[in-house]
């Protein structure tokens, strides 16, 4: 092989790259000293980001010259080393290292990555043109994965492409702030990029070479898919994803490679021997164990004591509904030690008075808020469905039974209500199929001049004058989303102005709480401080001071209907916990995230919820209910006749209490993940073959069973 360097220009282009590189990285040298790496690592990064500046200028500069004997044989060489360079590149973003792999996880993340390469091959035949292709693509994605991750605490799964408009929506609360595995990553596809651009196409002349450079590649990838998707091979080597923590298994395995085996699960396969014959017969059955008489459906168990005495109000007596999906709002105190310099849930916490409240467990954590009001709605488990499924998005095609058609069928009125853009997780065309008459959204009732202006320019400043200008009696933002104040006086409103030849009901979702709390806003001040834990956690401190003007708001609202005549009840309940500062979670556990019990991974998928009325009605600390289960305890609050799946909702909570994408816990407190066996399963079999029929065999679903009068 022969060596020159290319011309004067060239040679100039290349000190100009070398030079930008090494005061660039120089210049951010504190993104090095991240706490999340110790100072020996975080110096080794930034002597490297410093000596990429000259490889960088190298590379341009080198041209080599290869006999052409050795071209097929370096180009070739070169070709199945790209890969590995790939691989790193990727997985700098996740701050993970090849070397850190196992062999065998290596060696599954190549083969992989291969398959991508050869694929492209097989349709380009350019060397040069698949290293451009497969390295441009999963940049790209390495970036998608990286904000998505920091903004929400998971990672990027595939169904996130399904929703990724409504991400789009509100990823303007967020802050993008540079960091080392930004520009240490982006400096790799730099390098990968200039040592692609050496290879050279050399096509094979022989027919016979010809024919195997296509048919070698084509059997390679059909092995790979073939093993990985279509059976249980990698499965069994202990290569499927992380159910629990997708974020702890695309840092042990490779991020891209997990996002790959995440595609295997996209797919809704039925239960095995499922039929949808049977469902009603299911049903029975857990009726039947509980000692309540199938056929009977005027009794049923009663939730809240586990006696069979729950019987709808012969009296007809109707009460409105108000059930509020409370955007993030959580109670980090009950998951371990935490002080404050003031209670930030003083109201909620007093409340007793005519009041079922305790600890909800949800099916998602940090983001994913449509899959908590789809359990809520539908009493449907999603730990039945793929996971990082969006329900909204994939699913839900047609009518689907839920807590809305129920009401409706007894003569309810049915509104939906959420001060953000009406589109997001595809509310507009899911809110009908699930039986509601209107929904109102900021659309509503801000005009949609500021909304473009808004969206155009992402000044909250501007958005808040623009507003007070327009409306100046309103005093609606906090930070740059509705306040739960404000979104609760237009639920004081829409009751006032409500259908009076109806009972009313109002599914509300707020915006108040949601992420973005790094960044200060001239309309929202701090009131609340962690005053005993040894980190500094100012996402912490700001989520904190939110919680507490939700819990004002709500006593605002409690206070309202206090003085209203007509009976009443308020269900209020969080969505999921927030996805702030790692070290917080970690400080009130004692322990690590990677480390987490089940029964402390449980704890951080649980919200408050509270259900009161301005008349009486029974009183109860529930510490252990699944967002499955509760719109069933609604119903029983509210006195109302139960659909057949709601009965036997509320016998199967007195055998299994929570059931989420967690795990399930028993009656007893024992704590099971869904990997484990155990004499549930039988249970929970049944339970699964009932949530498919409910929301995908909807040509044979059994209409007895879930909707009222069938």
Same mark, same amino acid.
């Given at each position: 092989?022969?060596?020159?360097?290319?011309?004067?220009?060239?040679?100039?282009?290349?000190?100009?790259?070398?030079?930008?590189?090494?005061?660039?990285?120089?210049?951010?040298?504190?993104?090095?000293?991240?706490?999340?790496?110790?100072?020996?690592?975080?110096?080794?990064?930034?002597?490297?980001?410093?000596?990429?500046? $000259?490889?960088?200028?190298?590379?341009?500069?080198?041209?080599?010259?290869?006999?052409?004997?050795?071209?097929?044989?370096?180009?070739?060489? !070169?070709?199945?080393?790209?890969?590995?360079?790939?691989?790193?590149?990727?997985?700098?973003?996740?701050?993970?290292?090849?070397?850190?792999?196992?062999?065998?996880?290596?060696?599954?993340?190549?083969?992989?990555?291969?398959?991508?390469?050869?694929?492209?091959? %097989?349709?380009?035949?350019?060397?040069?043109?698949?290293?451009?292709?497969?390295?441009?693509?999963?940049?790209?994605?390495?970036?998608?994965?990286?904000?998505?991750?920091?903004?929400?605490?998971?990672?990027?799964?595939?169904?996130?492409?399904?929703?990724?408009?409504?991400?789009?929506?509100?990823?303007?609360?967020?802050?993008?702030? !540079?960091?080392?595995?930004?520009?240490?990553?982006?400096?790799?596809?730099?390098?990968?990029?200039?040592?692609?651009?050496?290879?050279?196409?050399?096509?094979?002349?022989?027919?016979?070479?010809?024919?195997?450079?296509?048919?070698?590649?084509?059997?390679?990838?059909?092995?790979?898919?073939?093993? !990985?998707?279509?059976?249980?091979?990698?499965?069994?080597?202990?290569?499927?994803?992380?159910?629990?923590?997708?974020?702890?298994?695309?840092?042990?395995?490779?991020?891209?490679?997990?996002?790959?085996? =995440?595609?295997?699960?996209?797919?809704?396969?039925? $239960?095995?021997?499922?039929?949808?014959?049977?469902?009603?017969?299911?049903?029975?059955?857990?009726?039947?164990?509980?000692?309540?008489?199938?056929?009977? #459906?005027?009794?049923?168990?009663?939730?809240?004591?586990?006696?069979?005495?729950?019987?709808?109000?012969?009296?007809?007596?109707?009460?409105?509904?108000?059930?509020?999906? =409370?955007?993030?709002?959580?109670?980090?105190?009950?998951?371990? =030690?935490?002080?404050?310099?003031?209670?930030?849930?003083?109201?909620? #916490?007093?409340?007793?008075?005519?009041?079922?409240?305790?600890?909800?467990?949800?099916?998602?954590?940090?983001?994913?808020?449509?899959?908590?009001?789809?359990?809520?709605?539908?009493?449907?488990?999603?730990?039945?469905?793929?996971?990082?499924?969006?329900?909204?998005?994939?699913?839900?095609?047609?009518?689907?039974?839920?807590?809305?058609?129920?009401?409706?069928?007894?003569?309810?009125?049915?509104?939906?209500? #959420?001060?953000?853009?009406?589109?997001?997780?595809?509310?507009?065309?899911?809110?009908?199929?699930?039986?509601?008459?209107?929904?109102?959204?900021?659309?509503?009732?801000?005009?949609?001049?500021?909304?473009?202006?808004?969206?155009?320019?992402?000044?909250?400043?501007?958005?808040?004058?623009?507003?007070?200008?327009?409306?100046?009696?309103?005093?609606?933002?906090?930070?740059?989303?509705?306040?739960?104040?404000?979104?609760?006086?237009?639920?004081?409103?829409?009751?006032?102005?409500?259908?009076?030849?109806?009972?009313?009901?109002?599914?509300?979702?707020?915006?108040?709480?949601?992420?973005?709390?790094?960044?200060?806003?001239?309309?929202?001040?701090?009131?609340?401080?962690?005053?005993?834990?040894?980190?500094?956690?100012?996402?912490?401190?700001?989520?904190?001071?939110?919680?507490?003007?939700?819990?004002?708001?709500?006593?605002?609202?409690?206070?309202?209907?206090?003085?209203?005549?007509?009976?009443?009840? !308020?269900?209020?309940?969080?969505?999921?916990?927030?996805?702030?500062?790692?070290?917080?979670?970690?400080?009130?556990?004692?322990?690590? %995230?990677?480390? %987490?019990?089940?029964?402390?991974?449980?704890?951080?998928?649980?919200?408050?919820?509270?259900?009161?009325?301005?008349?009486?009605?029974?009183?109860?600390?529930?510490?252990?209910?699944?967002?499955?289960?509760?719109?069933?305890?609604?119903?029983?609050?509210?006195?109302?006749?139960?659909?057949?799946?709601?009965?036997?909702?509320?016998?199967?909570?007195?055998?299994?209490?929570?059931?989420?994408?967690?795990?399930?816990?028993?009656?007893?407190?024992?704590?099971?993940?869904?990997?484990?066996?155990?004499?549930?399963?039988?249970?929970?079999?049944?339970? #699964?073959?009932?949530?498919?029929?409910?929301?995908?065999?909807?040509?044979?679903?059994?209409?007895?069973?879930?909707?009222?009068?069938?």
């Amino acid at each position: 092989m022969h060596i020159s360097f290319a011309g004067k220009k060239i040679r100039l282009l290349a000190l100009a790259v070398t030079i930008f590189m090494i005061i660039f990285v120089s210049a951010n040298w504190r993104l090095y000293l991240d706490p999340t790496l110790d100072l020996t690592c975080g110096t080794i990064l930034f002597v490297l980001s410093l000596l990429a500046g $000259p490889v960088a200028g190298f590379l341009i500069i080198f041209k080599p010259s290869v006999d052409d004997k050795y071209k097929a044989l370096a180009n070739t060489a !070169l070709f199945f080393i790209m890969p590995v360079l790939t691989i790193q590149m990727v997985e700098v973003f996740n701050e993970n290292y090849i070397w850190w792999f196992s062999v065998p996880t290596f060696l599954a993340n190549y083969m992989i990555y291969l398959v991508f390469y050869l694929f492209f091959y %097989l349709i380009t035949g350019r060397y040069h043109m698949v290293g451009l292709i497969v390295n441009i693509s999963l940049y790209v994605w390495s970036l998608l994965n990286y904000f998505i991750e920091l903004f929400r605490g998971s990672p990027f799964v595939p169904l996130d492409v399904l929703s990724f408009g409504t991400g789009l929506s509100v990823s303007d609360g967020y802050t993008y702030e !540079l960091s080392w595995k930004l520009i240490l990553g982006s400096i790799m596809f730099f390098l990968i990029y200039l040592v692609n651009k050496k290879s050279v196409n050399i096509k094979p002349k022989k027919l016979k070479f010809k024919l195997l450079a296509k048919l070698a590649p084509a059997a390679y990838i059909a092995v790979v898919v073939i093993s !990985l998707f279509f059976t249980d091979y990698a499965a069994n080597l202990g290569y499927k994803p992380d159910f629990w923590d997708q974020s702890r298994g695309y840092h042990r395995t490779g991020s891209f490679f997990n996002f790959c085996l =995440n595609t295997k699960y996209l797919i809704i396969r039925k $239960p095995s021997d499922y039929n949808a014959a049977n469902v009603s017969d299911y049903v029975a059955e857990t009726l039947k164990d509980a000692g309540v008489d199938p056929d009977d #459906h005027t009794v049923s168990t009663n939730l809240l004591t586990g006696q069979n005495d729950y019987t709808a109000n012969t009296d007809g007596t109707m009460p409105n509904i108000i059930c509020i999906m =409370n955007e993030s709002l959580s109670d980090p105190g009950a998951l371990g =030690n935490l002080e404050t310099n003031e209670d930030y849930m003083p109201f909620i #916490h007093s409340l007793t008075e005519n009041t079922i409240k305790g600890s909800l467990s949800m099916p998602v954590f940090g983001a994913g808020t449509s899959n908590s009001e789809f359990e809520f709605l539908s009493g449907d488990s999603i730990s039945f469905l793929p996971t990082g499924c969006n329900v909204y998005q994939s699913y839900v095609k047609d009518t689907v039974p839920s807590l809305v058609s129920t009401l409706g069928a007894l003569g309810y009125s049915k509104t939906a209500f #959420h001060p953000y853009y009406g589109e997001g997780w595809n509310r507009r065309n899911v809110y009908p199929l699930l039986g509601f008459e209107n929904y109102i959204s900021i659309e509503d009732f801000v005009d949609q001049d500021i909304l473009d202006t808004y969206k155009q320019n992402n000044d909250v400043t501007e958005y808040e004058m623009l507003l007070n200008e327009r409306y100046p009696d309103r005093n609606m933002l906090l930070r740059r989303f509705v306040s739960d104040s404000y979104d609760y006086s237009m639920v004081e409103n829409m009751y006032e102005n409500r259908d009076t030849s109806k009972p009313f009901f109002l599914f509300n979702v707020t915006m108040q709480n949601h992420g973005g709390y790094a960044m200060s806003y001239t309309n929202f001040s701090q009131e609340i401080y962690v005053t005993n834990m040894n980190g500094i956690y100012p996402k912490a401190n700001r989520y904190l001071s939110l919680v507490k003007r939700s819990d004002e708001a709500f006593q605002e609202l409690v206070d309202y209907f206090s003085n209203v005549s007509e009976p009443t009840i !308020l269900c209020m309940f969080g969505d999921h916990l927030p996805s702030i500062e790692d070290g917080f979670y970690e400080e009130l556990f004692g322990t690590s %995230l990677d480390h %987490l019990t089940t029964e402390q991974q449980q704890l951080r998928y649980t919200t408050p919820f509270v259900i009161w009325a301005n008349y009486d009605i029974p009183e109860a600390t529930l510490n252990q209910i699944s967002a499955n289960y509760l719109s069933t305890l609604v119903l029983q609050t509210a006195g109302l006749p139960l659909t057949q799946y709601n009965r036997y909702l509320a016998s199967l909570y007195q055998k299994l209490p929570i059931i989420n994408t967690v795990g399930y816990v028993d009656a007893d407190n024992n704590y099971y993940t869904h990997s484990e066996n155990s004499k549930y399963d039988d249970l929970l079999y049944q339970y #699964h073959c009932l949530v498919y029929n409910s929301l995908i065999d909807r040509n044979n679903r059994d209409s007895s069973v879930f909707f009222m009068n069938q």
